[in-house]
């Protein structure tokens, strides 16, 4: 087997990992608070993820929003082999997997496409392959199209570069997999820290993160820490790049990030008004919040919304509360400059409502304790978007089927082991988390709608001990998942 494409790590598959920020009604509802004109995703769209892993994030979006046409690219065939036998099991018909390097990529015909997603690819491949990235874009980025690039940034993630290369030159002379790699690697810069290496005595917070590093998993060490191309790049230069191609960045698809005053430390804020230039305001915010990943928001065009088409676009908006919210009252955030209070008075009344179940924008906002609180309104829901509390609705037909039939096989795989962690959620057009005990409650329900109470407790751990997976107190989680997560997920779709 090829262990390095291109500088890449090729010798085992990437981790089923899904980036929530990459689904198309979740970039919709952050286009609309931004104030710029969305894709309609009712009379349908075209959506290309870039470096797709093993191609789980697409394949829950195209179970989950059948409006769409996917495409899912991977210059790595077990990668691509796995996406097209899931897609072929669960029956998908809108979704396409590819397999090619960007360049190779670039020089396929196609159509053009009204999302591109890359994220966790660009800063970590070859400059050719980031070259042919942005051709792709240049190309196939319809008219009001919009690309959501992850990369890692400056300056947060410049102090483990030497590290990091390290790694990489260590791994040439070891033996093994690459995990051992990754092992062996480590270990050494851990003697080194233990023999008082001047790295880690000017730069400590990088032995704090290597060591949580490490507790990521070993097989997702190799695909961050193995490649040759590895860098951290600086937004401003990424801002230009993309400029020139005609892609402004609109915004961040962290909601949190755009917020400066939610996002950066109250001290630095009052130097972000003399910074006009774009470029120059964004490195800024980078250096005030020491940031080490970005996940931006490039827009082709002048899409701006007027006032009153901002508005109605807002209000046309529908939520749905997420299992994991908490109870109704003030909201505790935790970010990286620190913990957030979210306000009692606002949030109260949104989450009782919420709780109620689904709500549109108007609806919230006509509610006696939220219409003098209209303005934060729209602030609010996107924070508890991007905490995993609340998500905005699909305003598009749903086919809970085609969700359910891939969740089948998810919460199977997951049950032997696989790694799958998440569901088809086909009214948010996304997914949703789910553990092992999640994905065997979901495995019995989808087989046994009906069960409830100590029937359902009692087969969920026969299937788990049939699958010799442990769950410690087991019946009380089972409890309160039929009690709070259920009730949820029949909403979304999830299960019957």
């Not at 070993?218 to 191609?245: F, I, K, N, R």
Request: aromatic content about 6%; glycine content about 8%; proline content about 6%.
């Amino acid at each position: 087997m090829q262990v390095w494409n291109q500088g890449y790590l090729a010798e085992l598959p990437y981790p089923h990992h899904v980036q929530p920020q990459l689904a198309p009604s979740w970039l919709v509802a952050l286009q609309t608070a931004l104030g710029q004109r969305a894709s309609n995703l009712l009379s349908g769209f075209r959506y290309c993820e870039l470096g797709c892993g093993q191609g789980l994030n697409s394949l829950l979006l195209a179970a989950s929003n059948p409006e769409g046409q996917f495409v899912a690219v991977d210059f790595n065939p077990q990668h691509i082999a796995h996406g097209r036998r899931l897609a072929a099991a669960a029956q998908l018909s809108n979704i396409e997997f590819v397999q090619a390097d960007f360049t190779e990529l670039l020089a396929q015909p196609g159509e053009g496409y009204d999302f591109i997603v890359a994220h966790g690819v660009y800063s970590w491949v070859a400059p050719a392959q980031r070259e042919a990235i942005r051709g792709f874009v240049e190309q196939r980025l319809n008219a009001n199209g919009l690309l959501c690039l992850g990369y890692m940034c400056q300056p947060g993630m410049a102090p483990l570069a030497a590290a990091q290369r390290f790694i990489w030159q260590h791994a040439q002379h070891s033996e093994g997999s690459a995990p051992q790699r990754v092992r062996a690697a480590l270990d050494a810069l851990q003697a080194l820290q233990q023999g008082g290496a001047g790295y880690f005595v000017e730069q400590p917070e990088m032995a704090r993160l290597l060591a949580r590093s490490a507790e990521q998993g070993l097989d997702y060490l190799a695909h961050e820490l193995l490649c040759e191309h590895w860098q951290p790049l600086p937004v401003a230069d990424v801002m230009a790049e993309y400029g020139s191609l005609g892609c402004q960045r609109i915004g961040s698809a962290i909601p949190l990030e755009t917020n400066d005053a939610l996002a950066l430390p109250g001290s630095s804020l009052a130097a972000m008004p003399a910074l006009t230039d774009p470029l120059l305001r964004e490195t800024a915010k980078d250096l005030a919040r020491n940031q080490a990943q970005r996940s931006d928001l490039y827009q082709r065009g002048d899409q701006a919304l007027s006032a009153m088409a901002h508005q109605h676009a807002l209000l046309d908006s529908c939520w749905a509360l997420l299992p994991a919210a908490p109870a109704p009252g003030a909201v505790k955030f935790s970010t990286r400059i620190g913990s957030l209070q979210g306000a009692a008075e606002l949030y109260q009344p949104l989450l009782q409502a919420l709780g109620e179940g689904p709500q549109s924008f108007a609806e919230l906002a006509r509610r006696p304790a939220l219409k003098a609180q209209v303005g934060q309104l729209s602030g609010a829901l996107q924070l508890l978007m991007w905490a995993g509390y609340a998500h905005p609705l699909l305003h598009a037909p749903v086919d809970v089927t085609r969700c359910q039939a891939l969740n089948r096989l998810l919460a199977e795989g997951a049950l032997q082991g696989e790694g799958y962690a998440h569901l088809a959620a086909p009214s948010l057009g996304a997914s949703v988390p789910a553990d092992k005990l999640e994905m065997a409650a979901t495995r019995v329900l989808l087989e046994h709608p009906q069960l409830r109470g100590v029937l359902l407790s009692e087969t969920i751990q026969a299937l788990l001990r049939r699958h010799g997976v442990t769950v410690e107190q087991a019946a009380e989680r089972v409890q309160r998942f039929e009690q709070y997560t259920l009730p949820s997920w029949q909403v979304l779709g999830v299960v019957p």
